[in-house]
């Protein structure tokens, strides 16, 4: 068997979690790898898949009298820089994502900022909470006795539901509170509390052994974190994406999906990047008067846009991801992006360019000294 493997260590993009994983790479594909807690998780394994999927996208694209058309970068790039001088700063929308590095969001936020445009990253389900507050770490569900979840980890992150699990194993009681009475819950609970709706949650039964791990939009979060202080429990907020945290801990609003709507429908200049609010509600967008759509596969949000940019994935890039527990971990790229597309972060400097905006730094490195110093 000829060529060099090559094993890159990097981070699963799969959930907030965060998981340690090793793609395996030879003649510059990834074929295989594995992760520390494949036991627990193959989610993995679908993220390596879209890699080099024959859908990817790998040149630019311009809609012209209704159809795409492949063009340069150059043309792409220049054609949103014109566009967008004309528009006032109110009507423009800068569309953030928890499935991007810090990186790619810190850039794309200083450019929103340069231009006093609006930004927000949708956080979906994820606990609306001030994580710079959360100190609390996954293993510390293993040592709990007292367990109470909000929300459902077991089908959404199964290595935290694998620890609660074991928790279970060595006595802690476990109690769900729920707005479905999903069997998954059931059989892992010795409690189960059937809630009409996450707007405000009453907890009973929380001390210093007691671990509260939020995984729903809980209306009354910051109370329950003062009152899981007051006893020294401990409050786990559990964040959908893989960088859901850190895009909130940039400085990003984090917005839920009602406000996350709001904003799609009262923009006219819509930049969005790695998000596909088309999925959510195909009318959303019809208001849009220019809409450009930097992603890696063409989306149902992507087929609505002026211009596409061809991005590159999360295997094809350097980077960092902040999982649920604050964690800032580096990913690393095993293999060149597909055709023409590039890592988000350098198709905003880009752009920024064209609009003549120094956006301060040189190099990944300056950014990463700033996204280390927002995120930690
Ligand atoms: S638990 Fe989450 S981060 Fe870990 S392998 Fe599964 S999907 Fe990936």
């Known amino acids: 068997m000829g060529g ?73 790039l220049n054609l ?68 109470i979840i909000i929300g459902d980890v077991f089908s959404e992150h199964a290595l935290i539901g694998k620890k609660v699990v074991k928790a279970k194993e060595k006595g802690a009681k476990v109690t769900i509170l729920n707005t479905v009475e999903k069997d998954i819950l059931k059989l892992n609970g010795d409690e189960f509390i059937k809630v009409d709706d996450y707007s405000k949650i009453d907890l009973k039964y929380v001390d210093e052994e007691t671990i509260i791990i939020i995984n729903a939009p809980v209306g009354n979060i910051d109370e329950i974190i003062e009152n899981a202080k007051a006893v020294n429990a401990k409050v786990l907020p ?24 709001e904003l799609l429908k009262n923009s006219k200049f819509l930049y969005i990047m790695g998000e596909n609010p088309a999925l959510i509600d195909g009318n959303i967008l019809k208001n849009v008067e220019f809409l ?17 940019l061809p991005a590159a994935c999360w295997a094809e890039k350097e980077g960092t991801f902040t999982n649920t527990e604050r964690r800032v971990q580096k990913i690393n790229k095993a293999v060149d992006p597909p055709g023409e597309a590039l890592p988000d972060w350098i198709i905003i400097k880009k752009l920024s360019e064209k609009l003549g905006i120094d956006l301060g730094f040189k190099s990944l490195e300056d950014i990463q000294k700033e996204v280390i110093k927002m995120t930690t």
Not at 125 to 133: E, F, G, L, R, T
Not at 239 to 257: E, F, R, Y
Not at 301 to 308: I, P, Q, R
Request: charged letters at 25%; one cysteine or more; glycine letters at 6%.
């Open 80 to 147: 949103i820089a014109e566009k967008l001088k004309n528009y006032n700063p109110e009507d423009i929308v800068f569309i953030a994502s928890g499935k991007c590095t810090n990186e790619d969001n810190y850039v794309l936020k200083k450019l929103a900022e340069s231009l006093k445009a609006k930004i927000g990253h949708c956080i979906c389900n994820s606990p609306k909470v001030d994580y710079s507050k959360i100190s609390t770490t996954i293993d510390d569900i293993e040592n709990a006795k007292n367990i």
């Open 238 to 261: 559990v964040a959908k994406h893989c960088n859901t945290v850190g895009a909130t801990l940039i400085g990003i609003p984090a917005l839920n999906k009602d406000e996350y709507l």
């Open 292 to 308: 450009v759509v930097q992603d890696i596969f063409l989306t149902e949000t992507a087929k609505l846009a002026d211009v596409v």
């Open 4 to 76: 060099i493997l090559k094993v890159v260590h990097t981070i699963c993009p799969g959930c907030s979690v965060g998981c340690e994983i090793s793609l395996i790479v030879k003649d510059g594909k990834v074929f295989d790898g594995n992760s520390i807690n494949d036991e627990n998780c193959l989610q993995w394994k679908g993220y390596y898949k879209i890699i080099d999927h024959e859908k990817r996208l790998k040149k630019p694209l311009i809609k012209k009298n209704g159809e795409f058309v492949e063009a340069t970068w150059n043309e792409a």
